[in-house]
């Protein structure tokens, strides 16, 4: 544990992982999506991690410089030494005695008779994963590394154990009020027809409902169609203009009656305008989940296989590192 407490936070920083390519999933997905989110990140900081190491430490630096390191560091690995060197060597000679003074500022480069204490574990981490700020070159960053391997290899452990334990055996998608289950490790293209087909039905059998709902208003027309008799009635007996406006209003209350019927069929036209809508949108999200749900278990599983690759892998020999012996027969 504690060797995940010290290394998790450099390796959760090495991801540039972005999640905004997952909106679909991460809108029908709901409470499942945290679970999705955490157990995906953390595999591609693995990856971008073991990346990191495997590139920077897997062979001595090639590029030319103006002062030739890539021959130098070549003849230090055959044992010569070369002036240009000098710096190099200072540099690991510092950190060997860093490390045997078990973290502390050798006395001889204290000044000022203050005494400077530099934290070991820090300069471990900055030299594996910011080798700029430790202002350490290749050789003295190899030694480093060297000293930090089997805790950064525990750590990078761990964390891809917990990532494969986030892995859900299905995943459980929600679509405009229908719901179902993905198997996460072998959805096939069959299943994917089957859900659509499902949604589309489930859809339709909405919509149904919705327009079998809609039917004439008949208390509301003859209630109406009452009253416009009465008016008319009124109105005729009347007379006048007063009788006039009792006959405008009796008319108005008919056409307000009559529209509870005259309406039915305009008003089921709309809903199954809008159930058309709703059953192709619904289709294109689920859709877009299936696609993107299919892109985020891929680079999980690509994190997962590179952390286990890491686990059989270990950085090149580096200057002042200790041969392993041959085990005792």
Known sequence: MADLIRWE?????????????????????GDGWQRLEEGWETASAVQATTEFLRESYSEQPTADTGNHRSDTALRHLIGQLDPDESEVQEQMRRLKRIIADGGRTPADEVSGGVTDVTDFGTLLELAVFEPEEADLDYPAR????????????????????????????????????????????????????????ELGAYVDDRTSASVRAVAPLW????????????????????????????????LFVLLYAAWGVVSVPVRRLLIRQDGARRRVQAAADLTAAFDQHDALMYQWQSGLAAAVRFGSWSPSPGYGSVPRQADAP
């Open 219 to 250: 208390p509301r027309t003859l209630g109406g169609l009452a009253c416009a008799l009465l008016g008319v009635m009124l109105g005729l007996w009347l007379q006048g203009s007063v009788g006039g406006i009792v006959i405008t209003v009796s």
């Open 9 to 29: 936070p450099w390796v959760v920083r090495r991801t540039e992982a972005a999640t905004t390519g997952f909106d679909a999933l991460r809108r029908l997905s």
């Open 142 to 197: 190899l030694l480093a590394v060297h000293s930090a391997w089997p805790s950064l290899r525990t750590a990078v452990a761990m964390l891809a154990h917990r990532s494969r334990s986030l892995v859900p055996d299905h995943l459980a998608l929600h679509v405009d009020g229908w719901s179902c289950q993905l198997t996460t490790s072998s959805e096939t293209p069959d299943e994917r027809e089957r859900l659509l087909r």
